[in-house]
């Protein structure tokens, strides 16, 4: 599945607008994607014309994001906009940014000593719901979606291979 990330200056806004969509059911979406692949999330992202303010590097992060195992997970099964802002936090409290400017090509950095472990990142994936606490995203009453997901990726998984 594609993910579909749109962001532009317009001269009709006075602030930004922005919108993660999460759609019920991957969709082709004509000639929008380079590939011929359905979409299953659109991000977009449209503000007035400034040169403070820089959407180009705000769509970058949720690409990087959406392509991070954990943080798809999240998009999948949230229910809540505070569920989608807690799973961007999460995936940014663990990128590595490499600050801009000069640098010395021929410097490697050294990886890390020990890689943090995926497994509690994924804890992420059972976070209470907004409604006090009473469900989580991996609640019973919730099974289908958690199915309905398997059988998606399943069907990726099929196609990519």
Known sequence: ???????????????????????QNST????????????????ILLGPESAVQSYHEIGRSIAGSLADE?????AYK????????????????QVTVLPPGEWDRNIRIEPPVSIPSQESRKQLLHLPSQDNGKKSLHHDSETSLEEKIDEE??????RKE
């Open 153 to 158: 990726e399943e069907k990726y998984n099929i």
């Open 1 to 23: 599945e594609a993910s579909n990330i749109l962001v532009g200056e317009v001269d009709f806004l006075e602030e930004p607008f922005s919108a993660f969509i999460r759609l």
């Open 70 to 74: 954990v943080f798809h997970q999240v």
């Open 28 to 43: 082709q979406l004509g000639d929008l994607t380079e590939v011929s692949l359905p979409t299953r999330f659109l991000f």
């Open 78 to 93: 949230a229910k809540t906009r505070e569920q989608i802002v807690a799973g961007l936090d999460e995936f940014l409290d």
